[in-house]
């Protein structure tokens, strides 16, 4: 399967800015989509923002203005820049990817997560 690794979580004053990273290795044919989740304790689990190969992105309405995904294809990294943090903000944040993997079969995976605070 796939192995992903986030970073760049970490506490931060509201109004500040982040920017998680999330690198896919592993047994990967094509990564079609990636995408950012998070969970705040007591929550549900919410999408965030996704991305497609050809640069398609969607954002949550909470959000959106706010957060920006990228990635590199090249390094099957994907990016989320969080400025004007809100302390709602504040979960674990995990990274996915859809795709493909080397027998063709289909990749769902998920990252292990990185925690965002934000607070004072």
């Known amino acids: 399967q796939v192995q992903l690794v986030e970073s760049g979580g970490g506490l931060v004053q509201p109004g500040g800015s982040l920017r998680l990273s999330c690198a896919a290795s592993?047994?990967?044919?094509?990564?079609?989509?990636m995408r950012w989740a998070r969970q705040a304790p007591g929550k549900q689990r919410e999408l965030v923002a996704s991305?497609?190969?050809?640069?398609?992105?969607n954002y949550a309405s909470s959000v959106e203005g706010r957060f920006t995904i990228s990635r590199d294809n090249a390094k099957n990294t994907v990016y989320l820049q969080m400025n004007s943090l809100k302390p709602e903000d504040t979960a674990v944040y995990y990274c996915?990817?859809?795709?493909?993997?080397?027998?063709?079969?289909?990749?769902?995976?998920w990252g292990q997560g990185t925690q965002v605070t934000v607070s004072s």
């Open positions: 996915n990817v859809l795709g493909l993997g080397l027998r063709r079969e289909v990749l769902n995976s």
């Open positions: 592993g047994s990967i044919f094509r990564i079609d989509t």
């Open positions: 991305i497609t190969t050809g640069n398609n992105r």
